[in-house]
């Protein structure tokens, strides 16, 4: 709680130095010469309900919505010695890294791949695939769910969430600005939202939107390593290093979907700015390097 109450202090002291800057600036009497009627402090407000509440939610959702799009089984009662293994190593790694015990499930996919979600670090869910526990002896998966662990430990579903709500915030704001100056100065539209308006503000979220993916996939690359460096606490270097050594051989891993991508053990998109994680090569030599 004392990291989202400090998280949204600091998004709203950010939001009330730009009014500020903007009143210095005199960026509203521009606007009002220009006959844009916006009343920035409204907007910025609206923009930071609507950007933290679709992340909130979001975050809120993300074990149902885990569980009914992945198809994860969760192992309430262990049917088979790999389940039994599976809950006794999450509960002793969750003891170690100080957090309650997570939910743990297996979902059906052919590739090596994991992820860890929830909204609150003491009632979490970790799953595997079943191809990463046919692919990988157990030190690699051992591995494989500490890194999970080590994502819920630090926090970073919280954070995450924390980081999107606030570029998702100015994503709305600089969109709806463009939007009413194209409505006002191009189109010359004297009232109401006209088509110069939606116009703008479509473009305008395509274009911030991408520069935000770019500042949220850089934050999501850095809480790798972190994580990897927790697996490597909870299961051994070398078995950290034999796992990504391992998701280095998958052939066409098949990636986790977008909401649950940044925290998996292996995913990323086709461009370095745009992926969620480092390249595996420049994991590995960061463990082998002790960083």
Do not use: C
Not at 134 to 144: F, I, L, P, S, T
Request: charged share 15%; glycine share 12%.
């Amino acid at each position: 709680m004392l990291r989202i109450g400090l998280f949204l202090a600091t998004n709203m002291a950010i939001m009330l130095l730009i009014s500020i800057v903007f009143q210095l600036l005199g960026i509203e009497g521009v606007l009002q010469a220009n006959g844009v009627d916006l009343n920035l402090q409204a907007l910025l407000l609206m923009s930071g309900l609507i950007g933290f509440g679709g992340s909130i939610i979001s975050l809120l959702m993300s074990k149902w919505m885990a569980k009914r799009s992945m198809g994860v089984h969760i192992i309430e009662n262990p049917a088979n010695a790999t389940e039994s293994w599976l809950l006794a190593t999450v509960q002793r790694q969750a003891e170690k890294a100080g957090i309650g015990m997570p939910e743990v499930g297996i979902f059906d996919s052919p590739t090596p791949n994991a992820f860890a979600t929830g909204a609150n670090k003491n009632s979490a869910l970790v799953a595997v695939s079943s191809g990463l526990l046919q692919q990988m002896d157990r030190g690699e998966v051992e591995a494989v769910l500490g890194h999970e662990v080590s994502h819920v430990g630090n926090g970073d579903m919280v954070t995450l969430m924390l980081i999107q709500g606030v570029v998702n915030t100015f994503v709305i704001f600089f969109s709806r600005i463009l939007g009413h100056f194209i409505d006002r100065v191009v189109f010359k539209n004297e009232r109401g939202m006209g088509m110069g308006y939606f116009l703008g503000s479509i473009v305008g979220q395509i274009v911030f939107s991408l520069l935000a993916n770019i500042i949220v996939a850089w934050f999501s690359r850095r809480r790798e390593f972190s994580a990897d460096i927790g697996g490597a606490d909870l299961a051994g270097r070398g078995n950290m290093i034999g796992a990504l050594r391992r998701l280095q051989q998958a052939q066409s891993p098949q990636p986790l979907p977008n909401e649950f991508a940044a925290f998996g053990i292996s995913g990323g998109g086709l461009k370095e700015l745009f992926s969620t994680h480092p390249p595996l090569e420049v994991r590995i030599r960061a463990l082998e390097s002790g960083r």
